[in-house]
């Protein structure tokens, strides 16, 4: 893939999650296509523009800072007008009045309309262990997972 496609689509990413942080519905809603398809550790939910715009607005949570971890930020193009963007992120949060922090692992599925790339698909997985074990340490785990293979 062109290294400008790469910087477009890392770009976008960016873009998107800055509208998260700022609340700036109208970009993430313009960075949407039609129908949206969100996966997390709630389920699944398809969302056209408007709901997604809505959602926002009403978050119960404010995101005050985010990182993409550039080691694992990854970009495959499938065809000329879909590619999938892959990468780790830290996020900084308040939620419930409380400060948290999480890693995630999160993935997009962009689709180029016209001129324009909008986001079809986009996906998030908490960092911790496969089988979702609460107090597991993953150091260990680890360790045993890159010794077997």
Known sequence: MSGHIDHELKDLERSYWDAVQHRDEAVA???SDERCIVVGAQGIGELDRERLGQMLRRASYQLT??????????IRKITDDVAIVVYEVREDLI???KPECLVAFDASVWVRREDAWLCALHTESLKGDPFGRHGVDLSKADARSSATH
């Open 29 to 31: 809603m313009e960075l």
């Open 95 to 97: 939620v419930d009045n």
């Open 65 to 74: 800072h985010y990182e993409f971890d550039d080691k694992t930020f990854r």
